[in-house]
């Protein structure tokens, strides 16, 4: 099993552009989760999808903030226009139907510099 | 209130010390819970995980919880290089959501 694969690893982008990024949760997996991490306030929950349908985005920052998932293989958070407060390592984390304390399992996160 | 409280240190321990990691949490509803260990650049991993109160033994790492104080701790022995890291406490339930702590970094030098 390939896990959790996120793209793009790094990115570094100007304040204002459209940052777009992408998560491929494991297979059979039904729950997907966005988390942000930063010095300051460490791993956040920005939003989580079960069987594709957002069910909780109490997370998410702002508007700008907005997260889809078109089938069970493929999710994208993408960030509207960007801002340099956006800067931080984004994770993707999946996990099945039935989660248990040893079944989340996290991407390797995309490192996010806006300048 | 964050639901889980964590000091992020940092903590810098020398080799063969016992290293003592510790969290609290607010939320009654948990059922279980984890410590993920990141490492440098990298995503957590999940360390040990446990669903009741008492001690939980893997090799050098012992986690335990009190839920009649909302304690959570991870007790590392005989400390190695290799341990420095970002450790993670989490607390969860069977509604599959994680609530974490913010990392303790800890570094063990020789």
């Known amino acids: 099993d390939a896990g959790v694969i996120q793209s793009p690893r790094h990115e570094v982008t100007e304040m204002g552009q459209e940052v777009t990024l992408r998560c491929k949760p494991i297979s059979g997996h039904d729950y997907l989760f966005w988390y942000r991490q930063t010095m300051m306030r460490g791993l956040e929950l920005l939003i989580y999808f079960n069987n594709n349908v957002p069910i909780d985005d109490s997370g998410m920052p702002e508007d700008r903030f907005s997260a889809k998932m078109p089938n069970a293989s493929f999710s994208t958070l993408k960030i509207q226009p960007s801002e340099p407060r956006d800067s931080a390592v984004y994770f993707c984390?999946?996990?099945?139907?039935?989660?248990?304390?040893?079944?989340?399992?996290f991407g390797p996160g995309t490192r996010l510099t806006v300048l | 209130q964050k639901e889980v409280e964590q000091d992020p240190g940092p903590l810098s321990v020398p080799e063969g010390a016992i290293v003592s990691l510790n969290c609290t949490y607010s939320n009654s509803a948990f059922q279980y819970f984890m410590w993920y260990r990141q490492y440098s650049r990298k995503g957590p991993e999940l360390l040990m995980y446990?669903?009741?109160?008492g001690n939980k033994e893997d090799g050098r790492f012992t986690a335990q919880v009190d839920k009649s104080s909302k304690y959570i701790s991870l007790f590392i022995r005989d400390s190695q290089p290799s341990d420095s890291a970002t450790y993670l406490c989490a607390g969860g339930s069977t509604l599959g959501r994680l609530y974490f702590g913010r990392g303790t970094q800890l570094t063990v030098w020789p």
């Open positions: 984390a999946s996990t099945p139907e039935n989660p248990g304390p040893d079944t989340q399992y």
């Open positions: 446990t669903y009741s109160s």
